[in-house]
Nanobody, 122 residues
Framework: QVKLVESGGGLVQAGGSLRLSCAVS????????MGWFRQAPGKGRELVAG????????NYADAVKGRFTISRDNAKNTVFLQMNSLKPEDTAVYYC???????????????WGHGTQVTVSS
């Protein structure tokens, strides 16, 4: 059974940075396309960043381009989301997901984590 566990969320001031981690067990991350999603209060879940397992190409939501970076460490079986220049509108629960490219881009994933809260104060 593949399990995804997010960590690294918290409260940060606008302009600050956070690094989210997604530890994967029960499977090897190199065989999955990995993604980070977020859901803000009263809004639907949206893709933040995706990492294609085949060629390691990435895809970012327009709102986070230039500020967020998705990466992975195969040795640690962990995926990261580095978030810089955070804004109050980045406040949301952030979820890690594993699936197939390009299906993950529309929110279709095989495995999901339980999420970690990110709150950005103004």
């Amino acid at each position: 059974q593949v399990k995804l566990v997010e960590s690294g969320g918290g409260l940060v001031q606008a302009g600050g940075s956070l690094r989210l981690s997604c530890a994967v067990s029960g499977g090897t991350i190199s065989i999955y396309t990995m993604g980070w999603f977020r859901q803000a209060p009263g809004k639907g879940r949206e893709l933040v960043a995706g990492l294609n397992r085949n060629d390691l190409s990435t895809n970012y939501a327009d709102a986070v381009k230039g500020r967020f970076t998705i990466s992975r460490d195969n040795a640690k079986n962990t995926v990261f989301l580095q978030m810089n220049s955070l804004k109050p509108e980045d406040t949301a629960v952030y979820y890690c997901a594993a699936g197939l490219w390009p299906h993950i881009l529309d929110g279709t994933a095989t495995y999901w984590g339980h999420g970690t809260q990110v709150t950005v104060s103004s």
